[in-house]
């Protein structure tokens, strides 16, 4: 059983008068705060979009011009205070919508349901809601960005597919995977340490084809953010970021059908009324013909067939003002067979979530969200070549449940707090042995591989407070259980975040947070064989921790239509985990013995400048960073940088709508190369010796050298039309973008041997992705 | 787990469509200190070879064996009743059409008998020592596969089935010279390298060694030549 305290950070501050403030403050004045409740009524509602009834996230609500208001939560809800007797104006806006505003005489609590309208030209209407939303700037919360989903669509694609995951990649803090591919990597955490989640469910793998693509379907998502610093105590799970994807509810106004064509796969989304403005369904496929396209081109040696596809589903109804129930569900899989003379790969991998969500409004002031999701992810992957057999198979199950409540006693206070439960159930096998390549690959009995079950509970609390115009905070505790037939933890896990308004325009805000994870993916120490596995936390391999400090400067400018921030952190991360030197493959989940424990930590700056209205819309992000681990067992003791240490990280994101048909974007991304290992000697052994002849690499530390810096430039051109079809507006966008203009051969990996004939060793360089055109074709009646 | 799928898949676009160029690390240093490579075996009845060469940076432009010879090493054999100083010496390598140099002594090693081995190069003294005490064991038969499988995949070779005594902790060594014609290609790296220092017809041998290995059964296992 392990026990962490929340207490010695608070007995680390040194002098005990501040120490006594501190609690002071938070025992003095949030009942202060509570009392305040009692002079004020209520306004609360849905803010949703008055054209297809879908809920808006994150709108702004605020009582006349004060800008310090509140904003939706997930499901569209918000609950603000006014003085009793006053007659005030609400002032709503959303980015893309026009303004709402309602002037309201209160003389009791008031439910307040509001329609928000896109504007018949969209351009003005930014310009409108800009001069209102500086959320960035009054929120006590740092280190979260909003993902703007109508912009994702306009912005370069590889292979005619836009990408969500792809666009992660292009904020700061964010460093992405290989390239082409929509692994990230969130201040210097590992890419297990990012929690996923569609509607609240995980998914353990939200990639494509090789991660080319991501799970997710742009036109089935409603809204998304990235967690990366001062995590609020709703979210927990991981140590480096939250990625919080919701889908949309689906259009209760009318049916509406929009589809995309493009290089190697084709989408569907369908969303209507079932029964107008009460039940709503959305149904989104996506599905490759890759396999299809490339048949031709193959020679009759090669036989493949490699097909992926997802299904996103939603049905929400509205039982009554006050209930609101959502059933949503997502598959999707990928599945290939190649084979080729000696060689032969089976793999197959794909996730499954469904989510059974009941949201209740008790009163102007509560809200409740209650959630059973069960999600599972399956992998089988096998390979067979040069009669050496490998195979990783992974099988995941999660039952788990949410309630959460929000509260807003008053204006000054956000309350949340809530229970989550997960009931996991793992299975993971990994094998190697020798097979003759003339004997198939066989099939495995899932059945038969031992599973192990575990569960974890979580409470949690979070009170964002604002003690004046000046002062505010988020101030939450998580405490988060494991427990397993052999061992316990039990973690108590601080956030805090304040914010200082130094002008209306300018904040200050520093958040400090600890988080714990239960889960461990395992990465391999070899490149040519899959060992991946995801393992829980065990009486030796304890909990992944980290603890973050950040602290920031926010300022906006020319009325909130540029954004600008700086945030500097800090992240130390406990109970890494790696293979020892040598091993690589196991066998069951009891791979204790073969694993090896360290820390890591980051530090880095990270700068942000974004421009959100306008014709010219877009971001610049930099971030400066360093990521080291030390483990004891490896690299002789000493620290070494991770694979994505990256110095440097450059992406210049751009939109600029040249009329309201035709639309310019581009994105260029700069970064330092990745590290990677070089043999620091070599011993040439000549026939005769008493070992093989040949060259034999000593290698001295880890990731000792970069690979060349990695730069690419991709631009893109959307014209749009409408026309009339079947008396329905029928709106069309073509796309063509062209990835890597330049054609810049940047690194992918790089090999190293010593050619047989001289002897001379060499090191070759790898490139991936050339400049590749794509064009694709979009449509909505 | 989803870098291992890509790097399972990409491996096959990559291999295939890639584009790969050589690089250099010319600005990069590397902090490695050179280090004396020392090996050996005493073989019973035969006279002792012993190799000397020096471990380099990565990409140093020394790749011969002649190069990284150790050279001005002193290399001093001692047995029973009698102690010598091995002197360089070499051997032709016909099939790679190159010296190989080694240090060799003038006396038979016995079986049964102890050695030790000091070496001194640079200033800096190394020594090592062994007793030539393994048994000898019987091969009970010797039969040619064109498709073993082991985890270094399949390959042909010879399997050595020999009484392995009960009871005492053994290592084995596995050593085959093939006898190859100039018409026929080595069968592992050097498949590539066209042999250019024999005459036409003159067969020659290159070696193959595994060990330590696996054991498959009791009592079965490949032994030495």
Redesign the interface.
């Known amino acids: 059983m392990e026990n962490l305290s929340a207490y010695p950070l608070l007995t680390k501050i040194p002098n005990k008068i501040i120490r006594n403030q501190i609690l002071r403050i938070v025992f003095i004045l949030i009942p202060l705060s509570l009392i305040q409740a009692q002079r004020n009524f209520a306004v609360s509602g849905i803010v949703s979009d008055g054209s297809s009834g879908e809920v808006l996230i994150g709108a702004n609500i605020s009582v006349d011009q004060n800008t310090s208001g509140t904003s939706t939560n997930n499901y569209g809800f918000y609950s603000i205070s006014v003085p009793a007797g006053d007659s005030v104006i609400l002032v709503l806006s959303y980015l893309g919508f026009q303004s709402a505003r309602i002037t309201v005489n209160l003389k009791q609590n008031l439910q307040l349901n509001v329609q928000m309208n896109l504007s018949s030209n969209e351009l003005e209407t930014i310009t409108v809601t800009a001069d209102q939303n500086d959320d960035n700037v009054n929120r006590p919360q740092m280190g979260t960005i909003e993902i703007p989903t109508n912009m994702i669509k306009d912005l370069p694609a590889i292979l005619g597919e836009q990408d969500i995951l792809k666009v992660i990649q292009l904020l700061p803090g964010v460093q992405a995977g290989n390239e082409g591919t929509t692994g990230f990597f969130v201040r210097g955490g590992n890419a297990d340490q990012n929690l996923v989640q569609l509607d609240e469910a995980i998914v353990y793998n939200p990639n494509h084809l090789f991660g080319l693509f991501s799970s997710f379907n742009t036109r089935a998502i409603n809204n998304v953010t990235l967690i990366k610093g001062g995590f609020p105590a709703q979210y927990g799970g991981r140590l480096s970021s939250i990625l919080d994807i919701n889908m949309k509810e689906g259009n209760n106004k009318r049916w509406e059908v929009e589809g995309g064509i493009g290089m190697i796969s084709s989408q569907i989304t369908v969303e209507g009324p079932i029964i107008q403005d009460k039940v709503s369904l959305i149904v989104s496929a996506r599905r490759t013909y890759f396999d299809w396209l490339i048949k031709p081109f193959l020679p009759q040696s090669i036989k493949t067939n490699y097909r992926f596809y997802d299904l996103n589903a939603k049905i929400n109804w509205r039982l009554s003002d006050k209930d609101h129930l959502f059933i949503s569900t997502f598959r999707g899989s990928d599945d290939a067979l190649y084979s080729q003379d000696n060689i032969e790969y089976n793999i197959f991998f794909g996730n499954q979530t469904g989510t059974l969500r009941w949201n209740h409004i008790f009163g102007p002031r509560l809200f409740l969200s209650n959630s059973i999701i069960l999600n599972k992810y399956d992998q089988n992957v096998a390979a067979l070549q040069d009669n050496s057999f490998s195979r990783a198979l992974s099988n995941i199950r999660d039952i788990s449940g949410k309630s959460e409540f929000h509260y807003y006693p008053n204006r000054n206070h956000k309350i949340n707090f809530g229970i989550q439960y997960y009931n996991h159930r793992f299975r993971s096998l990994g094998d190697s042995n020798a097979q003759s390549s003339k004997v198939p690959i066989s099939e495995i009995n899932k059945d038969s591989i031992p599973e192990k079950t575990f569960n974890e509970l979580a409470l949690f609390l979070n009170d964002e407070i604002k003690f004046n115009e000046i002062f505010s905070s988020s101030l939450g505790i998580r405490l988060p259980a494991f427990v397993e037939k052999d061992a316990s933890y039990y973690q108590i896990e601080p956030r805090m975040s304040f914010k200082l308004q130094l002008s209306p325009g300018t904040s200050i805000k520093t958040s400090y947070t600890l988080m714990n994870q239960f889960l461990h993916l395992i990465p391999s120490s070899t490149a040519a064989v899959p060992t991946d596995i995801w393992i829980p936390s065990s009486r030796k391999t304890r909990p992944q921790q980290s603890q973050q400090l950040a602290i920031g400067l926010f300022k906006n400018y020319h009325n909130n239509r540029l954004e600008t921030s700086i945030e500097v952190y800090y992240k130390k991360m406990e109970n890494q985990v790696l293979f020892k030197e040598g091993n690589q493959l196991i066998k069951t989940l009891d791979v204790d013995e073969f694993l090896t424990y360290g820390k890591g930590w980051s530090y880095g700056t990270e700068i942000f400048l974004k421009k959100k209205t306008g014709r010219f819309t877009g971001w610049a992000a930099y971030t400066l960073s360093w990521t080291y681990q030390r483990f004891d067992q490896l690299n002789f003791g000493k620290k070494f940088p991770v694979r994505y240490d990256r110095r440097h990280d450059l992406s210049l994101v751009g939109t600029y709508d040249l009329s309201k048909k035709c639309t310019f974007s581009g994105t260029f991304v700069y970064s330092s190369g990745n590290t990677f290992t070089v043999p620091g000697g070599r011993i040439n052994i000549a026939q005769g010796g008493s070992l093989f002849e040949g060259n034999y690499f000593v290698y001295q530390s880890r990731n000792n050298a970069r690979l060349n810096p990695f730069h690419r430039l991709n631009l893109s051109v959307s014209y749009k039309s409408q026309t009339s079809l079947f008396r329905k507006k029928f709106s069309s966008e073509c796309n063509l973008s062209i990835y890597n203009i330049y054609s810049r051969q940047n690194p992918y990996f790089i090999y190293f041997r010593v050619d047989p004939i001289t002897d001379k060793p060499k090191a070759r360089q790898v490139s991936l992705l050339p400049i590749i055109p794509s064009i694709s074709y979009n449509f909505k009646f | 787990?989803?870098?291992?799928?890509?790097?399972?898949?990409?491996?096959?676009?990559?291999i295939n469509h890639?584009?790969?160029?050589?690089?250099?690390?010319g600005k990069?240093e590397?902090?490695?200190s050179?280090?004396l490579?020392i090996?050996?075996?005493l073989y019973p009845d035969e006279t002792p070879?012993i190799?000397l060469?020096s471990?380099?940076?990565?990409?140093?432009e020394k790749?011969?064996?002649q190069e990284?010879f150790a050279k001005n090493a002193i290399v001093e054999l001692s047995g029973p009743g009698y102690s010598e100083i091995l002197h360089p010496d070499s051997?032709f390598?016909k099939?790679?059409c190159r010296w190989?140099?080694?240090y060799s002594g003038e006396h038979l090693i016995k079986y049964g008998h102890s050695y030790q081995l000091r070496v001194t190069y640079e200033g800096q003294t190394y020594s090592a020592s062994t007793t030539i005490n393994q048994p000898r064991v019987n091969i009970a038969s010797v039969q040619y596969t064109p498709?073993f499988?082991?985890?270094?995949?399949?390959?042909d070779g010879v399997i050595l089935k020999v009484d392995d005594p009960i009871g005492i902790a053994n290592h084995y060594r596995f050593q085959m010279d093939r006898i190859i014609d100039n018409t026929r290609k080595h069968a592992h790296?050097?498949d590539?390298?066209t042999n250019n220092c024999t005459k036409e017809d003159e067969p020659f041998t290159?070696?193959?060694?595994v060990g330590p290995f696996l054991v498959m059964v009791h009592q079965m296992a490949s032994v030495c030549k």
């Open positions: 787990m989803k870098n291992h799928i890509s790097i399972l898949l990409l491996f096959l676009i990559v890639s584009c790969q160029k050589d690089i250099g690390f990069i590397f902090d490695y050179q280090q490579f090996e050996g075996l070879k190799y060469s471990s380099l940076p990565f990409f140093h790749v011969s064996p990284l051997i390598d099939f790679r190989n140099p080694f498709d499988y082991d985890v270094y995949g399949g390959h790296v050097l590539i390298l290159v070696t193959d060694l």
